[in-house]
């Protein structure tokens, strides 16, 4: 599922070289989901290896989003629907605000560094927030069955109120292999990946039940911190 790093690129990453410079021209840029305001072209949808079939997000007037699942796909695991769109850039943070289905279980998320086949999803970083949780999992397929794998990193016990607007952030670096992750006004929770090869590549997912996404934002470098430091 991982391809282990041989030591010196754990080296180099430990020091900081960058992969690849930020561009110059890089802004923020904020896309909407808005029905008419963000370019689909850009945006590519995906399935999970044991999908027969690529699902879509609904377009709502202010949103994309999930409509429910039945039970036979929750029971397969096939009640995902997942888009993706490449950031172009190796340091960067991306921030989406969403709203979380009335259903239980319902957990929309976001994916990073994702490994592709065609439009399937093979490998990838998954970020889903439930009412309950920010959970923080490493995917992967298996090689003979192709079902998708969940390696369980890391959970934040954390209430969120499904009726309400939330904001996941997620800053990543290839140079370092970290990612530092912040639902709402959490404290900030930073992971190293030392034998996961970051990219540019970022996406969201809903996964379980209804879910909505409003708007994603893109920015270069990155606002979440590393380390923690005093107040000013």
Not at 11 to 16: C, D, E, M, Y
Not at 179 to 191: N, Y
Request: proline share 7%.
């Amino acid at each position: 599922m991982m391809k282990r790093a041989l030591p010196v690129l754990c080296l180099i990453a430990a020091v900081g070289l960058p992969a690849r410079p930020t561009p110059a021209h890089a802004e923020e840029r904020t896309i909407s989901f808005a029905e008419g305001q963000w370019d689909a072209a850009a945006w590519t949808p995906l399935r999970l290896p044991m999908q027969t079939q690529v699902r879509t997000f609904v377009q709502r007037p202010d949103c994309v989003g999930t409509d429910s699942f039945t039970e036979e796909d929750i029971g397969q695991g096939l009640d995902n629907v997942l888009l993706v769109t490449d950031s172009g850039l190796d340091e960067g943070e991306f921030e989406v605000v969403f709203r979380i289905g009335p259903e239980r279980g319902a957990a929309p998320g976001v994916f990073l560094s994702p490994t592709l086949a065609g439009q399937e999803l093979e490998a990838g970083i998954a970020v889903f927030v439930a009412d309950y949780t920010m959970a923080v999992w490493l995917v992967g397929t298996d090689p003979e069955t192709r079902a998708t794998q969940y390696d369980h990193l890391v959970r934040l016990a954390r209430w969120q109120d499904p009726s309400a607007q939330h904001v996941l952030r997620c800053r990543y670096s290839k140079a370092r292999g970290m990612v530092a992750l912040q639902v709402d006004d959490s404290d900030v929770v930073v992971l190293r990946f030392p034998d996961y090869e970051l990219n540019s590549q970022m996406g969201i997912w809903g996964c379980h039940g209804t879910c909505d996404f409003y708007r994603v934002t893109i920015r270069p470098e990155g606002t979440l911190p590393w380390s923690g430091a005093p107040a000013e």
